[in-house]
């Protein structure tokens, strides 16, 4: 039996509260309406038994079934576990899946989830897709919802299906500051803060929350909402450049999340197989090898791995074709969104040619949005700022003159192995 005290349980809402969540607003507020009122109504203390969570998963057959469901959060919650909140800790799913995965020919997602906290959920992505391009299956099945945090793990699925009332989508990334600091004032309270920079401490509470705050919560809900987007290119690189017009929150019925490229197909029948152990009967595994020996022909088996190897064939050609299709896709995100300008691009497709897909998008996001002011006092050849060998090297291969790099002139080297270049400390 464990007991946590009412402040303990106060702090713990506080700092759900404070972290970013891909998740319906409405819906979030409501959670943490009910959690305060539950913890309002219990008083000094909460008491759990033992350990409530356990991974949603299910193991048979060379198949991992997992029960993707409720608020998405890393870790299992206590607060969350002492109210019967339903909630998915993703961080378990990673760790099945590293336990199993090598045992595994497939994996199949059955979601019905708003979304939550993006804690762990690029983890689980990576883990799925490195299950995924290993050349095994990841499905997905929707009954329910599929929104948010859930959308980009489901995102993953080489196959996505749903339900016909399913509501698949809202993309997007937000959290939740609130100032407090007029509520504690118009009590006679004033809180101040000691701190070591403008970015510590932010959003305590009876604090004024600052510009300069904001500007750096904004920030880091931007960079979250790139890797949201990359993610889903990385699993759905059909969608490309219509990504944007998907990313604004909203969410859509299966038909239409179908018509758009969110998902593959809509049925009200779950995809899956069982996954029940089969039956054990009384005939002894003696007897079964015994039985299967004395009908094999020898023609036949021939035949049967002739066409396993040219199905091995095939797939390992179609994994290749994604993974081209992927690249193509994140070279052609570049060039709209102006990081990779004509002069780049053929260097830049050289460069992904023999690189991973998780490469070439990170080398990709690291480029800056290109612009070509007109030279003052310099041809396009003359150098305006001092660059080593080995960045004037690499910036030649992407077809960048030194004029076209002076703008970059916090660039201190470059990572053959992330493909990104390496800049000054400090320098965002």
Known sequence: MRTFNYWKAKAAIRALKNQEWSLNPMALEALFDDLQGNV????????????????????ASKKMVVNLSGMIMKKPSWLLDAFGVEYTAVDSITAALAEHGD????????????????GGVPELHAALMAFRDSGKQVTAHVDGLCCSAAYWIASAANRITATTSAEIGSIGVYMVVTDTSKAYADKGIKNHLITTGPHKGAGEEGVPVTDTQIEGFQRGVNKTFDRFKSDVLLGRPQLGMGLDD???????????????????????IPVVEDVEKPSVTETSLEEVEEDAMSNVNVEELQARLAAAEA?????????????????ASLIERGVADGRITGAMLEGVKALAKDSSVEVVAGFVASLPVQSRPEFVG??????VADFSPEILSAGKRLGLSAADMSKYADITGFSMTTGEFVRSKGVK
């Open 311 to 327: 199905e091995a064939s095939k797939a390992k050609e179609a994994l290749e074709a994604d993974r081209t299709a992927q690249k």
């Open 378 to 383: 310099t041809t396009p050849d003359e150098p």
């Open 246 to 268: 998907l990313s604004t929150g909203e969410s859509w019925l299966s038909e239409e999340a179908l018509e758009l490229g969110l998902i593959d197909g809509v049925s009200d």
């Open 40 to 59: 309002e109504a219990v008083g000094q203390s909460i008491s759990i038994e033992g350990e409530v969570y356990s991974a949603p998963v299910e193991v």
């Open 103 to 118: 045992s595994l020919d497939s994996v199949h997602l059955v979601v019905d989830s708003g979304g939550g906290s993006i």
